[in-house]
């Protein structure tokens, strides 16, 4: 599957952002999808993944109750919404797409096979 994240911008803080992950090549509902990111001079951390079929959802500790993962299997999208924009959310963010449901821990990144090209998300103070 090949995925497109797009969505991504400078922002000040207290902005919300919506970022959008667009599969293509294989069936979306066949994937659990995760959201990570990763920001200068860091380590690439978990940020938020919802299983294929979309009632169940996890989230970083850091930004429950502030961002919002979704997805419409219909259209082949998983989104990300951003409420309440901190500086320290700055990084580039990509998606992932997880095919094995039984061995899939949704916080690791070595549990996803696929992953977008990222989208820049810049937080001015």
């Known amino acids: 599957v090949q995925l497109q994240a797009s969505g991504g911008g400078l922002v000040q803080a207290g902005d919300s952002l919506r970022l959008s992950c667009k599969a293509s090549?294989?069936?979306?509902?066949?994937?659990?999808m995760g959201w990570f990111r990763q920001a200068p001079g860091k380590k690439r951390e978990f940020v938020a993944a919802?299983?294929?079929?979309?009632?169940?959802?996890y989230y970083a500790e850091s930004v429950k109750g502030r961002f919002t993962i979704s997805r419409d299997n219909p259209k082949n999208t998983v989104y990300l919404q951003i409420n309440a924009l901190k500086p320290e959310d700055t990084a580039v963010y990509y998606c992932?797409?997880?095919?094995?449901?039984?061995?899939?821990?949704?916080?690791?990144?070595?549990?996803?096979?696929?992953w977008g090209q990222g989208t820049q998300v810049t937080v001015s103070s």
């Open positions: 992932a797409a997880s095919l094995d449901d039984t061995n899939w821990i949704a916080a690791m990144a070595f549990s996803y096979d696929y």
């Open positions: 090549g294989r069936t979306f509902s066949n994937y659990d």
């Open positions: 919802i299983r294929r079929s979309g009632g169940v959802t």
